[in-house]
């Protein structure tokens, strides 16, 4: 008993330190890549090539001043970032890097993700109404609306995923896909896969649905107010919420830490390899989520609130519903 709690205790510990330092080295590389596409630098003073300049970064928050606002409502402004923080490290817990290693290896691992997901967005709300600022109000209420709005389209883009497979846990979704015969959802799944993608960018509020932040309209939406760690925490949460739902689109539609069988079959020295290597190529395929979440973020213009809201409902939705639909008849007459 006590050595499992203890083997539990180094995976949250290898899992949260490696998630922080690539939350860490993702802003960097957001900066680096949207600075070569904007024929800019990007940062390149503090250390070789910038490569210090988060760590400069995450020390000048946590040491910066915390102020609170006189009109706020302190215990849930104080509560709102640790809630936001802490449901997305949480979600950490049920995703696989790889064959065997996963903090909870549960049966309803996407269950389990979408509800942190909404959870997040409680602290998004929180922090919106207590600042005492109508800029983070409508921050909030934008977040809220969004939320809804996109989750469900969310969970109806996976429902396909998982008649597929037959299950809601991660990792009997990713050996599944590994016996398909194109080793990868994304193919049949095309319609959910672009649901999900689209999905993606508004559950994470990025560009080009980064209305509760616009900071443009709103200054930074609900985390206004914010200054000093807690800012960091808000900050933290984003990036970590971007990783999870690449994660996400990685384990359901791209195979996971797995290369499709046909190639396993062609090369069987590939399966003696290290489990590193897996992780490397689970790796990769959420790294190229991330650079999309780069490209867009240089590329695309915000959308208006009423664009954002009929995309939602009138274009994703719809979509996930005939995708269920027709995965479902295919599924009866044997097809998958």
Not at 152 to 168: E, H, R, T, Y
Request: hydrophobic share 55%.
């Amino acid at each position: 008993m006590l050595t499992n709690i203890v083997i539990i205790l180094i995976k949250v510990a290898i899992v949260i330190g490696i998630t922080l330092l690539h939350v860490a080295y993702a802003t960097y590389w957001e900066r680096k890549v949207i600075g070569f596409m904007q024929f800019r630098l990007g940062p390149r003073e503090v250390g070789w090539f910038g490569l210090l300049q988060p760590i400069a970064d995450g020390v000048k928050l946590f040491f910066k001043e915390d102020i609170i606002p006189a009109t706020a409502d302190k215990p849930i402004f104080y509560l709102a970032p640790v809630i936001f923080f802490v449901s997305a490290l949480t979600s950490l817990s049920v995703l696989p890097f790889f064959d065997g290693f996963a903090v909870a290896d549960i049966n309803i691992g996407i269950l389990f993700l979408l509800a942190m997901s909404s959870l997040g967005a409680y602290g998004i709300v929180m922090a919106g109404w207590s600042s005492g600022s109508k800029y983070s109000f409508l921050g909030g209420l934008r977040s809220a609306s969004q939320v809804i709005s996109y989750e469900i389209a969310m969970g109806l883009s996976l429902v396909g995923v998982m008649i597929m497979s037959g299950s809601l846990n991660l990792t009997e979704i990713v050996k599944a896909q590994y016996n398909y015969p194109t080793g990868f959802y994304a193919i049949p799944q095309v319609l959910g896969f672009f649901v999900f993608f689209v999905a993606m960018f508004a559950e994470t509020n990025r560009l080009p649905f980064d209305l509760p932040e616009a900071e443009s309209e709103l200054v930074a939406g609900y985390f206004t107010e914010y200054s000093g760690f807690r800012f960091a925490m808000f900050f933290l949460g984003e990036y970590t919420g971007m990783l999870i739902m690449s994660a996400i689109g990685t384990l359901c539609f791209l195979g996971g830490w797995t290369l499709p069988k046909f190639i396993m079959d062609l090369l069987p020295f590939l399966s003696q390899l290290p489990p590193i290597v897996w992780v490397v190529v689970f790796l990769g395929k959420v790294y190229f989520f991330m650079f999309l979440y780069y490209w867009v973020r240089a590329t695309l213009p915000r959308y208006r609130y009423d664009q954002l809201m009929n995309i939602g409902w009138k274009v994703l939705i719809p979509l996930a519903l005939v995708n269920i639909v027709i995965t479902g008849t295919l599924k009866i007459m044997g097809w998958f």
